[in-house]
């Protein structure tokens, strides 16, 4: 293997490089850009729900038809590539050779393969945009019969071509594509875990973050073989006329939402197992702490993983499911809160009594913990419980939920992350000014948007509903004030992003140089190589004497002891 | 565990998994149907796929000897040719039935029997073909003089591990679609 900086150039470096950072980047970059154009969709519909009458530039005054396509694609591209692409692939890719102190993945042209099919099913996705239907309106949870059919268009289907070069059929190619990348890197992540790990490193000296993506890898790939069923069956269903989702042919459209759910659910795991994987890291680093209880949490997660293949009716309990099956799986719904509940008090017991530097990325990682335990967490116990679920089903408390859920673990954690990171693979900082600006905006804007929400959905008004104008007690009192007060901060929320596209930019062209490979004093592998590491990863091979998270600890005379140093 | 070998038992899980969707619609679909297959439609030729099923595992245990003296040190790809030809009968065999029953016999209406009868049994199809496009790229593989002894074991186990998958799901399927 070569550690020499091999000559790229862009080209190279953005297509045909095999190795993982440069992967890893591709991704990145990749993902941010279709997730731009989802944030974009997000404001559209939302100023469209809080002020019908008002003519959105370049976007006009959107119909129903129109709104149906962004809200569906606005969550299909959140769920299924910001939040994987982020959190699996990048962080993935990046991080587990360097972490694990190798030169490279186990299979770095499976890598590439992999990068190459998800690049495919995102201009897939964006041709689905130019066919006749002009986008896929049926919702990001596909639900026949809105998938399988024409319903609400204009051009029937009428022949073959007609059906599959419709935005259905694309977007289920899409997403198929996408899972086909997501498994060869999930494989390439697992095996370079167990087989490619620095001499010395055994398996619970491993950062945590490499647990919980290959954790999240394999969950992955426990769940998502019946949904690709399923999405098999789905496309036969548009494409050669089976009639499996059918109900007046003998199917059942109530199989498809068993099938999506089971992966549907695990599926937020996988987003979550990572995401609590990048705060392990920033809040070690930050508390000048080891740990607390790195095995515990393994085992937890582990429970939890198992768990997340049993609990995915309670997504159906309005759908319907026997009455007692729904017992069953609203029990096991709470019960499997627990375990997370466990690792978010490791966390916290972490953080007790240590000597905080409340960085960048650490208020970042504080605030996805708050957020994520108080407003996301709690109130998915709520719904896991049948009775209430029937009354907040597919109403704006739901919405509030999710996005209470995602996007402390997709944008606050993935961005305590970015900060985190950003000097070692760009080998510049960022600015901090802008950085803080970013943040606080975001934290204010994103609750602006959530509480809203909630009260609003306990206020009876339902979710993707282009409009609440002809629904009197919608009409009524502070709701349109509390759905203006939404709207306005969703728009804020999102534009603040352009602060962090800003800085990320300005920073890696422009931003001040590194002056230390380990600026945060940190004890993972990754650290102790140079900004950003060279082709290969180390100049010389790392031998690993200690765990991951060696800080304070008594009889050296530095705070932090790296996971190569001898004592 | 060898990478490779660890790679292929990930995506037989998920192949697992994937088959366990279909075939646990397939079931749920026939607990609902009074009648199944539906009345009126030709009967599946019984017979002619049982024999082909054995030709596929007689390939299957071919492919295990292969595996074996392989391992041992017993270079020759003769069981491993036998096991590949067996496999390409079968899929023949299978491949023109499929056609014959889609020109002219099971509809996919009005029952849904039809239509899981053409995605499971062209499904696994397309897995015994893409076993044997394996097998194709493990030929060039054991030639390649760049790799070493122990890397082809590992390969040689992994696309073992593959076609006993493929072979093994035969008679799963066999027996709900034409037996039961
Ligand atoms: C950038 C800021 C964001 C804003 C302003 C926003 C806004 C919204 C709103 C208002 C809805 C509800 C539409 C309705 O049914 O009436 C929605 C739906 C959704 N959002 Fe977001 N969102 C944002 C970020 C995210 C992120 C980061 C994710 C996932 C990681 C996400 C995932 C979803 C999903 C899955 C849906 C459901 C779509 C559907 O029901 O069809 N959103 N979003
Ligand atoms: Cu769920």
């Known amino acids: 293997m070569s550690t020499t900086h091999e000559n790229k150039g862009f080209w190279h470096r953005f297509f045909f490089s095999l190795d993982h950072k440069d992967i890893g980047l591709q991704y990145l970059i990749t993902t941010m850009f279709i997730a731009f154009f989802a944030g974009i969709f997000a404001m559209v519909f939302r100023i469209h729900l809080a002020f019908p009458d008002y003519h959105i530039p370049l976007f006009g005054i959107i119909d129903a038809k129109e709104y149906n396509i962004l809200v569906t694609n606005h969550g299909l591209i959140m769920v299924l590539w910001l939040s994987m692409g982020i959190l699996l692939a990048t962080a993935g890719n990046y991080l587990i050779p360097t972490m694990l102190g190798t030169d490279d993945m186990a299979f770095p042209k499976l890598n590439k393969l992999s990068y190459w099919f998800f690049l495919l099913s995102v201009i897939i996705l964006i041709i689905s945009f130019f066919l006749p239907q002009k986008g896929f309106g049926g919702g990001w949870t596909l639900y026949p019969p809105l998938s399988v059919g024409d319903f609400g268009y204009n051009t029937p289907y009428k022949t073959f071509s007609d059906r599959f070069f419709s935005s259905n059929t694309f977007v289920l190619l899409a997403i198929a594509l996408e899972f086909v990348a997501l498994l060869m890197g999930g494989i390439n992540f697992m095996v370079t875990l167990f087989n490619k790990r620095a001499k010395g490193m055994g398996l619970l000296q491993v950062p945590l973050l490499v647990w919980m993506i290959v954790i999240a890898s394999i969950l992955f790939m426990f769940s998502v073989g019946p949904l690709v069923a399923g999405t098999f069956m789905l496309l036969l269903d548009i494409n050669a006329g089976t009639g499996f989702y059918d109900a007046s042919r003998g199917g059942d459209p109530l199989l498809w939402e068993h099938l999506f759910w089971f992966f549907g659910h695990p599926e937020v795991y996988v987003i979550l197992l990572p995401g609590l994987g990048i705060l392990a890291e920033v809040i070690t680093t930050n508390a000048r702490k080891t740990l607390f209880g790195y095995k515990f949490i393994l085992v937890l997660v582990l429970i939890a993983t198992v768990l997340s293949l049993m609990v995915w009716a309670h997504h159906q309990f309005v759908a319907g499911v026997d009455p007692r099956a729904a017992t069953v799986f609203g029990i096991l719904t709470i019960i499997i809160s627990l375990p997370f509940a466990g690792v978010i008090l490791s966390f916290l017991a972490t953080l007790w009594k240590s000597n905080l530097r409340l960085t960048l990325p650490m208020k970042w990682a504080m605030s996805a913990i708050v957020l994520f335990t108080i407003l996301g967490g709690f109130t998915g116990l709520h719904l896991g419980a049948a009775l209430f679920d029937m009354y907040a089903h597919d109403t704006s408390f739901v919405v509030a939920h999710f996005h209470y859920t995602l996007i402390p673990v997709v944008i606050f954690a993935g961005m305590a992350g970015f900060y985190h990171w950003f000097n070692k693979f760009s080998g510049r900082e960022l600015n901090q000014f802008l950085g803080n600006l970013h943040f606080w905006l975001t934290f204010i804007f994103f609750n602006g948007f959530g509480i809203p929400l909630f009260l609003l959905g306990l206020a009876g008004q339902p979710r993707r509903y282009a409009g609440y104008d002809h629904i009197p007690y919608l009409s009524e009192g502070y709701l349109p004030l509390l759905r203006e007060i939404a709207t306005i901060s969703a728009v804020i929320l999102v534009l603040s992003q352009f602060i962090f596209i800003f800085n990320f930019i300005w920073s890696v062209y422009k931003g001040k140089k590194v002056t230390s490979n380990n600026p945060w004093q940190s004890t993972t592998l990754e650290w102790q190589t140079s900004s950003p590491p060279p082709h290969g990863n180390f100049e010389v091979y790392p031998v690993v004497y200690h765990g991951p998270y060696e800080y304070n600890r008594p009889g050296v005379d530095k705070d932090f002891l790296p996971q190569n140093q001898k004592i | ?180």
């Open chain 2, 1 to 180: 565990m060898p990478g490779p070998v660890m790679a292929m038992v990930m995506v037989i899980i998920v192949e697992t998994m994937f088959f366990g969707g279909l075939i646990s619609a397939y079931i749920l679909a026939k607990i609902a149907e009074v009648e199944w297959p539906p009345a009126g439609q030709p009967r599946l030729p019984f017979w002619l796929t049982f024999s082909n099923m054995i030709v596929l595992l007689i390939s299957g245990i071919l492919m295990y000897r292969f595996f074996k003296s392989y391992k041992t040190g017993n270079k020759s790809l003769k069981y491993l040719t036998f096991a590949s030809i067996l496999g390409i009968v079968f899929f023949l065999v299978q491949g023109f039935e499929w056609l014959r029953i889609l020109l002219f016999g099971i509809k996919t209406e009005p029952s849904l029997f039809g239509s899981f009868f053409y995605t499971l049994i062209g499904m696994h199809g397309l897995h015994v073909l893409a076993g044997l496009l394996v097998i194709r790229y493990l030929y060039k593989y054991l030639k390649n003089p760049s790799k070493t002894e122990e890397q082809k074991v590992h390969v040689v186990t992994a696309v073992a591990l593959f076609w006993y998958f493929v072979v093994l799901l035969w008679p799963v399927l066999y027996y709900l679609t034409y037996l039961v």
